[in-house]
């Protein structure tokens, strides 16, 4: 009788979730008829593709979701495309699959149906369920073509976070959160494929990183190390501006940038 009952509770739960009404009216996402959050919309390429920012409506930023180019379209199926998603309170990621006609309420379901959003935060538990069941790992994109530039000339990094080397652009990268004490970026060539994942604590003294590599499709650890220590360092590019050029250095050496 009592696997009855637990039976029935679950049945019921699960027919609750599945029976929310998710509406996406004026950039706002309601569910069930109580408005939860607010969308806004960014639009690239002359409107053919849109990145999305989700907000808690008292202005709280929450999900930063943005197209992937990086990862290798089905060439069987162009009904949808990949989007990294950044949960901001809970210093989650995930790639899901939006689909290409109706991108923005595919965005608001999504959201809306895995009842991640509460009050001005996020359910980090609900977050790794819909990370779990909706998410998706797609075959990375491996071939790319690097800049053709003068190799032994210094390798800058800009503010707005691009990368020059002979007075070439040759990539960018951007700072993707940190958990822990440990700070992760993604590289990039500049037509927006990514190249490269790093991963690395202790800011400008880092002695190591950790580097996952899209061509390769291998993780691994590579030493950076340097012996004097850095007290105190202000940059307008990056706070960890004097590590992320050893770890530059290293992928234009070893011909990944």
């Known amino acids: 009788m009592k696997q009855i009952f637990t039976l029935m509770t679950v049945l019921c739960i699960t027919i609750s979730m599945s029976a929310q009404k998710v509406e996406y009216k004026k950039n706002m996402i309601s569910v069930d008829g109580k408005t939860v959050a607010k969308v806004e919309v960014q639009k690239e390429n002359l409107g053919l593709t849109k990145n999305f920012n989700l907000y808690s409506m008292n202005g709280e930023k929450l ?3 943005v197209l992937s180019t990086e990862y290798q379209s089905d060439p069987n199926d162009n009904m949808g495309m990949y989007y990294r998603f950044t949960f ?5 990621v995930g790639i899901f699959r939006i689909p290409t006609l109706g991108m923005e309420k595919g965005f608001a379901n999504l959201i809306g149906k895995g009842q991640v959003v509460e009050g001005d935060s996020l359910n980090a538990d609900k977050v790794a369920d819909l990370i779990a069941s909706k ?5 990375t994109v491996v071939n790319y073509m690097l800049v053709s530039r003068n ?6 990094l800009r503010e707005g976070k691009t990368i020059e080397q002979g007075g070439e652009q040759i990539g960018f990268f951007n700072h993707t959160g940190q958990v822990n004490g440990v700070d992760m970026y993604e590289f990039f060539v500049p037509d927006g494929v990514m190249i490269a994942r790093v991963s690395f604590a202790g800011g400008n003294n880092a002695q190591n990183f950790e580097l996952f590599t899209a061509r390769d499709n291998v993780r691994k650890v590579v030493s950076i ?7 105190f360092h202000t940059s307008a590019i990056d706070p960890n501006a004097l590590t992320l050029k050893r770890i530059t250095a290293w992928l234009v050496e070893n ?3």
């Open 151 to 156: 190799k032994r000339g210094p390798i800058e």
């Open 135 to 139: 998410g998706v790992t797609p075959r």
């Open 63 to 65: 999900v930063i979701a």
């Open 255 to 257: 011909n990944y940038l």
């Open 225 to 231: 190390l340097q012996k004097e220590k850095v007290d």
């Open 88 to 92: 901001v309170p809970t210093n989650q």
